[in-house]
């Protein structure tokens, strides 16, 4: 994976006004129509995140508000949605315009391995924005753990539970792991390594895992974009709507 300089995250800025905007702590999680390529977002967040806030009006696919959410786990910054939610989102999903070649044939791939995630092939590489009181907090893209880009900004890992998605939120792309492997300083993969990942996983000595992924989930950038996803206005809204876990 390609070197990259560090770019502290200059996060805060105004909402789009799509955000529909108010005075309150209100945390809303949008979904954009738009990929990583269709905004030509590139790798490293000075470049991006002015390019997610731009191109946001009219480009949202569908917003996660408290409402929808049904457990917020702050440690790990795992959101559950609703049942209803999760409904919501794959008919907005299925309502959008057609899959690319490109991610149609990684789902092909997938589902020979066994291995298929139908929301996380239609979030692939989409857009997504993070506002608090009317001001866009952070943005990033959904990237499944599998994949080799080179992402220095935050990104989202979807899955299905049962009825209920899953949205785990990382500081950066940290390649082959589902969730933050250091929520809190510490390394630890201990299941959260993707299962396409586990047969070579497992044949890696542990200094070669801790040294790698603990290069990535401590650095300077991801300590910086950690802290920033774990906004205290965020942990306000989310705890004043009890979906805190």
Not at 11 to 35: N, Y
Not at 104 to 109: E, R, T
Not at 219 to 239: C, N
Request: aromatic share 8%; charged share 25%; proline share 4%.
């Amino acid at each position: 994976m390609a070197a990259a300089a560090v770019l502290l995250p200059v996060c805060k800025g105004s909402a789009p006004e799509s955000s529909d905007a108010t005075g309150d702590h209100d945390f809303k999680l949008l979904v954009l129509k738009k990929r990583w390529g269709d905004m030509n977002l590139g790798y490293d967040y000075d470049q991006a995140f002015p390019r997610l806030k731009s191109s946001a009006p009219g480009n949202v696919l569908y917003r996660i508000e408290a409402a929808q959410i049904e457990s917020y786990d702050w440690k790990r910054q795992a959101i559950t949605l609703t049942a209803g939610a999760t409904d919501a989102l794959v008919k907005a999903l299925a309502g959008d315009t057609g899959v690319e070649s490109g991610i149609k044939a990684l789902g092909d791939l997938k589902k020979k391995a066994g291995m298929s995630n139908a929301l996380e092939l239609s979030l692939y590489t989409r857009g997504f924005l993070v506002t608090s009181s009317g001001e866009a907090l952070y943005g990033g893209i959904f990237l499944d753990a599998m994949s080799q880009m080179a992402i220095n900004y935050p990104v989202i890992r979807a899955g299905v539970d049962g009825d209920r998605a899953f949205l785990n939120i990382l500081p950066i792309h940290i390649p082959f792991v589902t969730s933050d492997p250091a929520p809190e300083g510490k390394i630890d993969t201990d299941g959260i390594v993707a299962k396409e990942a586990a047969g070579d996983w497992n044949q890696f000595p542990q200094q070669v895992k801790t040294g790698y992924i603990g290069k990535l989930a401590t650095g300077e950038q991801a300590e910086a974009f950690r802290a920033t996803i774990k906004d205290p206005a965020i942990r306000e809204a989310m705890d004043g709507a009890g979906k805190l876990k």
